[in-house]
C-alpha cells in the first residue's frame, strides 16, 4: 500500500507537500486535505465502484463548475467560493491514476465549515438559500451534456427493486434480525411510485439538480456564517428539485445525527422545516410549476424512506456501498431515516401548509 502523501507529491510535483490530513464525513469518497509550501487543497481518492465513468464525471464537474462560476461573475460574486476549482493533474487530465487508484484535486475552501447535525434554524435558512441559488443557477444549463454519473440514482422503484433483492441475496445473514425494517419498507411500496411515474409521463419536469444535499454538502464561511460554497458535485445530473428539497429536509429536519443510535432523539422539527422552504423557495418559487408544489410536501417521506432504504440494503448486502466506523452502522442510520419518515407522514398537512405559505 503505498503513503498518500507520494499521491499528493505525484499531483503536485512542483510544490513541497507539508502535510496530508483527512478531512470530513463523507460516505463515498476518501477525502484529504493537503497543505503545501504554496496551498491547500482538497484531494479526493474517487470510489471508482460507485462511479464508474469517472472521465464523465470529471467532466460534468467542469461544465457544472465552469457555469456556476460564469453566473457569480455577472453577479459580482467572488467566483473562487461560489464553486468548486479543480486542479489538472501534471498529465492534463482532470484525474490523477496512482497505482489504479484514481484522485482528484478542488482548491480547498479555506476559512469555512460543514455542518454534521443541525443547531438552529436561521443555518438551516441559508442552506435553503444556498440549494435553491444552486437551483436558479443550474435552471438555464443544458442537461444533455451531463453524463448520469449513477444510474436511476433517485429511482426510488428501481431502489425499491434493489432493496428487494438485498432482501432475498441476504448476503450478510442478517435479514432475520430486521424483518421490522423490511416491513416497514413493504408497506409503503406504493408510495414510492408517486415521482417516478409522475417524471415518466412527463407531468413532473427533469431539473439539473445536485441530488446529494446533505448538510454537509454545504459550506460556511466561518467569519460571516453564511453558506459559501455547495459542494460534492458527483451527482449533479438531470433530477428533480422535489430530490433536493426532500434529501435537505432529511438531513437538517431533525436535531438528530444521522447514525443516533438513541432514537428518542430523533425528532422532526417544523421550525426547522420552515426555515428551509422559507430560504429555499424565496429563491427559487418562479420557476416552480404546480405540479412541483403539490408534490413538495412529499418529498421530505421519499427522500428519506429512499435513504434508509439504501441503507437497510447495504446493512443486508454485507456493508459494501457505505462507509462504516461500527458494526451495524447501517442499520443505525436506516433506524434514524425510518424513524423520521414516521414522524414525517404525520405532519403532511402542517407540510402542506408551510409550503403553501412560501410557495406563493
Ligand atoms: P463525499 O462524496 O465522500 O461525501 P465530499 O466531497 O462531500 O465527499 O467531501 C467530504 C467532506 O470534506 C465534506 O463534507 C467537507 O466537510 C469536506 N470538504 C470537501 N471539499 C472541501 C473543500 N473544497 N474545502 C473544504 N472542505 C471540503
Ligand atoms: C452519500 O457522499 P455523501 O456522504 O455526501 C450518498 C448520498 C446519501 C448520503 C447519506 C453518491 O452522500 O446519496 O444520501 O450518503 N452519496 C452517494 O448520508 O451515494
Ligand atoms: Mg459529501
Given at each position: 500500500m503505498y503513503d498518500i502523501k507520494n499521491v499528493a507529491q505525484a499531483f503536485f510535483p512542483n510544490e513541497s507537500i507539508i502535510s496530508v490530513d483527512p478531512l470530513g464525513n463523507g460516505h463515498i469518497n476518501s477525502t484529504f486535505l493537503v497543505t503545501t509550501n504554496i496551498n491547500k487543497y482538497t484531494m479526493q481518492k474517487i470510489n471508482t465502484s460507485i462511479f464508474k465513468d469517472v472521465d464523465g464525471l470529471m467532466a460534468n464537474v467542469q461544465a457544472v463548475t465552469h457555469h456556476i462560476r460564469d453566473m457569480a461573475r455577472q453577479s459580482g460574486i467572488d467566483p473562487t467560493r461560489a464553486t468548486l476549482h479543480f486542479m489538472l493533474a501534471p498529465?492534463?487530465?482532470?484525474y490523477l491514476n496512482y497505482e489504479g487508484d484514481i484522485f482528484r484535486a478542488y482548491i480547498y475552501i479555506d476559512n469555512a465549515y460543514s455542518i454534521e447535525k443541525m443547531e438552529n434554524a436561521e443555518d438551516f435558512y441559508q442552506a435553503g438559500i444556498a440549494f435553491g441559488k444552486f437551483a436558479n443557477d443550474l435552471s438555464g444549463f443544458d442537461a444533455s451534456v451531463l453524463t448520469e454519473t449513477i444510474k436511476n440514482f433517485h429511482n426510488t422503484v428501481s431502489r425499491y427493486n434493489d432493496f428487494e433483492k438485498a432482501v432475498s441475496d441476504n448476503i450478510s445473514g442478517r435479514r432475520d434480525e430486521v424483518q421490522e425494517e423490511i416491513e416497514f419498507v413493504r408497506q409503503r411500496k406504493e408510495f414510492t411510485h408517486m415521482f417516478v411515474d409522475r417524471l415518466n409521463d412527463g407531468s413532473l419536469p427533469v431539473r439539473v439538480t445536485h441530488n446529494d444535499t446533505k448538510l454537509n454538502n454545504v459550506l460556511f464561511d466561518?467569519?460571516?456564517?453564511?453558506?459559501?460554497t455547495v459542494i460534492d458535485l458527483d451527482t449533479v445530473m438531470p433530477g428533480s428539485y422535489l430530490y433536493d428539497f426532500g434529501d435537505a429536509m432529511r438531513s437538517g429536519s431533525t436535531h438528530a445525527a444521522e447514525d443516533e443510535k438513541d432514537l428518542s432523539l430523533v425528532d422532526f422539527d417544523l421550525g426547522l422545516y420552515e426555515a428551509f422552504t422559507k430560504g429555499y423557495l424565496s429563491m427559487c418559487k418562479d420557476s416552480l410549476t404546480e405540479t412541483e408544489i403539490e408534490l413538495l410536501p412529499y418529498a421530505s417521506i421519499m427522500l428519506t424512506l429512499e435513504c434508509g432504504m439504501r441503507f437497510l440494503g447495504d446493512h443486508l448486502n454485507g456493508d459494501t456501498y457505505f462507509k462504516i466506523h461500527r458494526e451495524g452502522h447501517n442499520l443505525d442510520r436506516c433506524r434514524t431515516q425510518f424513524k423520521l419518515v414516521s414522524l414525517m407522514e404525520q405532519n403532511v398537512d402542517n407540510m402542506k401548509a408551510i409550503i403553501e405559505k412560501y410557495a406563493k
Open positions: 498529465d492534463g487530465n482532470r466561518k467569519d460571516t456564517n453564511l453558506p459559501t
